[in-house]
């Protein structure tokens, strides 16, 4: 049994246990390292400013993703690598990315600036093309309250690539594999007054840990738990991170159905279903921002059940199943019996999610994802939806609607799919399905939209799937 936390930052090891291993990493690195490159400002995955690499094993080399720092733990950090803004550096000289900021006057007061050259360095340290959609879409999670945002655009277009800051010729990964991978299998616990930590390496340990301390907390990516930690003085006493339980960061498709392990991150799964289910994509492309994709997992936003939840809908209407693990075992739940009310879930005190199982759409159906928020990204929904459609020539013949925002759960629309099957497949028949659809919701008014802008929503989306997925001649009709 370990003790600590096993860390590298910008190269150098750091063994972390006590109370120290309860802070956010970037109170660490300010207050205990005196390295402060790294920027607080919303401290809940918002802004970018925080924004460090975090490197893991994958294969025999070390893969790196821009993360919120403020929202990663030590706890979590076993066995990575953090490259701060100051590890970026080539030789005490700026690498090709922080020139161009100075170059192309990319920085004005200066505060998002660390997080936005880590961000950009992370993009140019993956071998993908860079473009200014690319960039635009790799600084989603980078605010900057100067509206600096020209200027950085062309600063990252313009970088010598012959100085670019590529992190394995800067921290050669084979002693930091080497190293975690002998400390990977030891489990770890770590006590500080009245908190514990521990970090399980097989699910047998993980499921007795959590039978015998009632109200354990998992944390997986850590966007929901670190955030309730930073703004709701969250502070359990038993903690347990999944980062270490072997097995749990695959996903494949056997026999047409996805299966997506508890820590896959949300940016993986969106690479992996790009061509796979395109609609899924589409959701995850908009989901939060690629640093909190690159944490946050699939299984963390089923289980945080939030009634906005994004891939909520999407995972009802295909009749999604999980797997949990417990000491009796292991049983699967159908996804639309998992949520017994407002945040509750109906897991077992013992039980942990282990795998996600998806059926992949049949190229025939009809589905379609849809996001109300005030912002395209980085925003939370007022309004989510799944539609999935089976249809003849004219007739529906199947329909499985799944809203969100709209009651205390995601909510699968039983009358509204009864009314639909059987019907011609018209406009009318989307206009009538929208009235059925607005008598079994309960929505709620809040600062995200009016429970007469949710009741709108809830009518006009079935519209919008009409035009969406109905046929030329359909159209024309109209
Ligand atoms: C800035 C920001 C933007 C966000 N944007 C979005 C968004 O656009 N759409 C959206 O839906 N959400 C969004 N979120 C919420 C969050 O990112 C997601 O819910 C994410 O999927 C959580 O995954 P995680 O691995 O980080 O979960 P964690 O924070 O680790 O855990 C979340 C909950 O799930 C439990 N849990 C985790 N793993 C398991 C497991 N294996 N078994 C049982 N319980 C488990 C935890 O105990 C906790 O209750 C955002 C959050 C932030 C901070
Ligand atoms: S400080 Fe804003 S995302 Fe971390
Ligand atoms: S330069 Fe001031 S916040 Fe971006």
Not at 281 to 306: D, E, H, V
Request: net charge negative; glycine share 8%; charged share 25%.
């Amino acid at each position: 049994m370990r003790d600590y936390i096993l860390l590298y930052i910008n190269g150098e090891e750091h063994r972390i246990g006590g109370e120290q291993a309860f802070v956010p990493i970037t109170d660490y690195l300010r207050y205990e390292q005196g390295v402060c490159g790294t920027k607080v400002v919303c401290a809940e995955g918002d802004c970018g400013a925080c924004t460090t690499l975090i490197g893991r094993v994958s294969g025999n080399g070390i893969e790196y993703k821009s993360v919120n720092a403020c929202i990663q733990f030590i706890f979590q950090l076993d066995c990575s690598h953090v490259i701060t803004v100051e590890g970026l550096k080539l030789n005490d000289q700026l690498n090709a990315v922080q020139q161009s900021m100075v170059d192309c006057h990319g920085a004005q007061c200066g505060y998002c600036t660390p997080g936005i050259v880590v961000a950009m360095c992370g993009m140019y340290n993956r071998t993908c093309p860079v473009n200014l959609e690319t960039i635009k879409e790799e600084l989603t999670g980078n605010l900057c309250r100067c509206t600096g945002y020209e200027s950085i655009m062309r600063a990252g277009l313009a970088v010598d690539e012959a100085r670019l800051f590529k992190a394995d010729d800067h921290y050669p990964p084979a002693a930091m594999v080497r190293t975690f991978k002998e400390h990977v299998g030891i489990p770890i616990q770590i006590s500080a007054g009245e908190r514990t930590f521990f970090n399980p390496v097989n699910v047998g340990d993980a499921v007795r840990f959590k039978a015998e301390h009632a109200g354990t907390v998992i944390v997986s990516g850590g966007t929901d738990v670190s955030v309730n930690a930073n703004k709701r003085g969250m502070e359990p006493a038993h903690l347990m991170s999944t980062s270490n339980l072997p097995g749990l960061t695959e996903i494949c498709v056997r026999e047409n159905v996805l299966e997506v392990g508890a820590r896959v991150n949300l940016r993986d799964l969106e690479l992996y279903v790009k061509d796979l289910i395109p609609e899924f994509y589409k959701m995850l492309w908009i989901f939060g921002s690629p640093q909190i994709r690159c944490a946050g997992t699939l299984a963390g936003n089923i289980a945080n059940a939030s009634p906005i939840g994004d891939t909520l809908p999407f995972l009802l209407v295909m009749e999604a199943e999980i797997e949990v693990t417990g000491t009796a075992g292991t049983r699967r739940i159908n996804m639309n019996n998992l949520y017994t009310g407002y945040k509750t879930l109906a897991l077992k005190s013992d039980e942990l999610i282990t795998r996600i199982f998806i059926p992949v759409p049949e190229k025939s159906e009809l589905l379609k994802l849809y996001k109300v928020s005030k912002r395209e990204q980085l925003d939370i929904s007022s309004f989510g939806a799944a539609i999935r459609i089976q249809r003849t020539n004219t007739k529906i013949v199947d329909a499985k609607l799944a809203y969100g925002g709209i009651a205390a759960v995601v909510l699968r629309m039983k009358k509204t799919e009864e009314f639909l099957k059987g019907k011609e497949f018209t406009l009318d028949t989307f206009r009538a399905a929208g009235e059925v659809a607005k008598s079994e919701i309960t929505p709620l008014s809040d600062v995200r939209g009016s429970i007469d802008f949710r009741f709108q929503l809830a009518e006009n989306i079935l519209l919008k799937f009409f035009y969406e997925t109905a046929d030329e001649r359909e159209l024309a009709c109209l």
